[in-house]
């Protein structure tokens, strides 16, 4: 089970331990980014074995925003599934999750979604929740793509 992850001093630190995050954004080899859709979990798994046996602890892997909600106000619930299955390799494999999530642009088109909305807030906080440390705070690709275009 992951600890939860803090700053002391100048340092992260776990378990009173100092914490230095060694990882890798993850794509998988066969799916790329259509792994949402051609989903795989035991693939997946042995991904999160490989990382652990590495000695990784931490991966950053992408999310587009329109599977999650492919209309405005309607959510997928097939990939908030998936999301919770990345949360239990997480815990599984000791391994810190670094969502990167995709809003528009190259590889998606949910542009309504720009400001963040709070209802999408809502619906991924409903998944993490309970278990906050073991999920570092997303980070949101293509807005620039967005605000160019306006």
Same mark, same amino acid.
């Given at each position: 089970?992951?600890?939860?992850?803090?700053?002391?001093?100048? $340092?992260?630190?776990?378990?009173?331990?100092?914490?230095?995050?060694?990882?890798?954004?993850?794509?998988?080899?066969?799916?790329?980014?259509?792994?949402? $859709?051609?989903?795989?979990?035991?693939?997946?798994?042995?991904?999160?074995?490989?990382?652990?046996?590495?000695?990784?602890?931490?991966?950053?892997?992408?999310?587009?925003?329109?599977?999650?909600?492919?209309?405005?106000?309607? $959510?997928?619930?097939?990939?908030?599934?998936?999301?919770?299955?990345?949360?239990?390799?997480?815990?599984?494999?000791?391994?810190?999750?670094?969502?990167?999530?995709?809003?528009?642009?190259?590889?998606?088109?949910?542009?309504?979604?720009?400001?963040?909305?709070?209802?999408?807030?809502?619906?991924?906080?409903?998944?993490?929740?309970?278990?906050?440390?073991?999920?570092?705070?997303?980070?949101?690709?293509?807005?620039?793509?967005?605000?160019?275009?306006?």
């Amino acid at each position: 089970m992951l600890t939860p992850v803090t700053l002391s001093d100048n $340092y992260l630190a776990t378990a009173g331990r100092r914490f230095i995050p060694i990882g890798v954004n993850w794509v998988p080899a066969r799916a790329a980014m259509q792994w949402p $859709y051609e989903w795989d979990p035991a693939s997946i798994e042995a991904d999160f074995g490989q990382m652990r046996d590495l000695g990784l602890n931490l991966v950053r892997f992408d999310l587009v925003w329109q599977w999650f909600e492919p209309r405005p106000g309607q $959510y997928n619930e097939e990939a908030f599934r998936q999301f919770d299955f990345f949360v239990e390799m997480a815990h599984r494999y000791s391994v810190y999750l670094n969502p990167n999530f995709f809003i528009g642009g190259q590889v998606g088109d949910a542009y309504w979604d720009v400001p963040i909305t709070l209802r999408f807030a809502n619906a991924l906080a409903a998944i993490v929740i309970s278990r906050p440390m073991e999920v570092g705070y997303p980070t949101l690709r293509q807005v620039e793509g967005y605000l160019g275009s306006q």
